[in-house]
């Protein structure tokens, strides 16, 4: 497990937050953030690209390996980068939404002002199975998103 840095522990529980239309998120109204519930490494690599809070699963395949690694990612082409732009700046609403799901991607800030500018927003060093589930996130909540990717 490489990236992972825990900057805060919060002490709610995966019930008592709000549902969402996507079953692997709820929403905490406490601080106004989704929270992905996470049981892959994989997963866990997305969120922590994006800077998502996440839930931990019970039944996760992950906190056993800490300290275990193959060394795949200095293999040549193992990591990519995505790249994410868009056509159009997208309406105060929708970027309100997407703030929730891609909150590194659309963080009001500077990432958001260059993508409203057209330019592309860099996710860095993505491995194969966390670049799969993030295109296909991107793809099925942010279609109107170009997104490409490119070896490191």
Request: proline share 5%; net charge negative; hydrophobic share 40%.
């Amino acid at each position: 497990m490489t990236h992972c840095h825990l900057s805060f522990v919060c002490g709610k529980k995966w019930d008592d937050l709000a549902a969402t239309p996507e079953a692997s998120a709820r929403y905490c109204n406490d601080c106004g953030k989704n929270v992905f519930k996470i049981k892959t490494e994989a997963q866990l690599s997305v969120a922590t690209a994006l800077r998502r809070c996440v839930a931990i699963a019970d039944d996760n395949d992950f906190i056993s390996a800490i300290g275990e690694s193959t060394f795949e990612w200095l293999e040549p082409g193992y990591l990519h980068d995505v790249l994410v732009g868009t056509a159009h700046p997208l309406s105060a609403p929708r970027a309100d939404l997407l703030r929730r799901f891609f909150p590194m991607i659309f963080d009001a800030g500077p990432n958001e002002r260059t993508l409203n500018d057209g330019g592309l927003v860099k996710i860095e060093n993505v491995g194969p199975a966390a670049r799969e589930i993030l295109l296909c996130e991107l793809a099925s909540l942010a279609p109107e998103l170009n997104v490409a990717t490119k070896e490191v």
